[in-house]
């Protein structure tokens, strides 16, 4: 069965960091290009960062830039996102999805495959 899992997701004060995982089952996670995605309530989802299948290319969008950091593990079939310095705007729900394609553009591309989302939440 296919799966995309999100996981590390919780709730953290204004500055603080967490790891977001992104694993997969069913399918070679390395054979994909990896994004994460956040929508927050009443927003439209974006894209926060991507990563080529061998880790080689990978691309922030601008509200991740100097924060967040995306990689992988493939033989762990484990995609990571490190966010650093986080801010109450970074409150949303965190996904991740797979693409045969690449561009750095993350959303530039067509995702066929989501995993359910895990929750981050920046408060005091």
């Known amino acids: 069965q296919l799966q995309l899992v999100e996981s590390g997701g919780g709730v953290v004060q204004p500055g603080g960091s967490l790891r977001l995982s992104c694993g997969a089952s069913?399918?070679?996670?390395?054979?994909?290009?990896i994004a994460w995605f956040r929508q927050a309530p009443g927003k439209e989802r974006e894209a926060v960062s991507c990563?080529?299948?061998?880790?080689?290319?990978?691309n922030n969008a601008d509200p991740a830039k100097g924060r967040f950091a995306i990689s992988r593990d493939n033989a762990k079939n484990t995609v990571y996102l490190e966010m650093n310095a986080l801010k109450f705007e970074d409150t949303a729900v965190y996904y991740c999805?797979?693409?045969?394609?690449?561009?750095?553009?993350?959303?530039?591309?067509?995702?066929?495959?989501w995993g359910q989302g895990t929750q981050v939440t920046v408060t005091t």
């Open positions: 990563i080529s299948l061998n880790g080689r290319l990978r």
């Open positions: 069913g399918f070679r996670l390395g054979d994909y290009t």
């Open positions: 999805a797979r693409s045969r394609s690449w561009d750095s553009r993350c959303s530039a591309i067509s995702y066929d495959y």
